[in-house]
């Protein structure tokens, strides 16, 4: 069975850094394409950051520079590392996965996680 578990939101200042993670069971994470996406109350779902098989990975506008996606194969978890947080970045965070490499759009992926708070807000 497979499953997501999100983990390491919190209430972070603007400026300041924090790493979320996922946790992936029931399937080998580096075999899938895999995303973070958000969602601000009131606003649709919106990708963040995406890594493909091979390890290439995509951002979006309003991320890149300041966002990481990264993976440990060995623990089968999946990182986003944000620094330079901005209160826009406030929202719920989701991971996904699909069987091959997704970018940003929701819609291509089958697999999501239940999500996890991330706050900026001095």
């Known amino acids: 069975q497979v499953q997501l578990v999100e983990s390491g939101g919190g209430l972070v200042q603007p400026g300041g850094s924090l790493r979320i993670s996922c946790a992936a069971s029931?399937?080998?994470?580096?075999?899938?394409?895999m995303g973070w996406f958000r969602q601000a109350p009131g606003k649709e779902r919106e990708g963040v950051a995406a890594?493909?098989?091979?390890?290439?990975?995509n951002y979006a506008g309003s991320v890149k520079g300041r966002f990481t996606i990264s993976r440990d194969n060995a623990k089968n978890t999946l990182y986003l590392q944000m620094n330079s947080l901005k209160p826009e970045d406030t929202a719920m965070y989701y991971c996904a996965a699909r069987p091959t490499f997704g970018g940003l759009t929701s819609t291509a992926y089958k697999f999501w996680g239940q999500g996890t708070q991330v706050t900026v807000s001095a």
């Open positions: 890594i493909g098989l091979s390890g290439v990975t």
């Open positions: 029931g399937f080998t994470l580096s075999a899938m394409g």
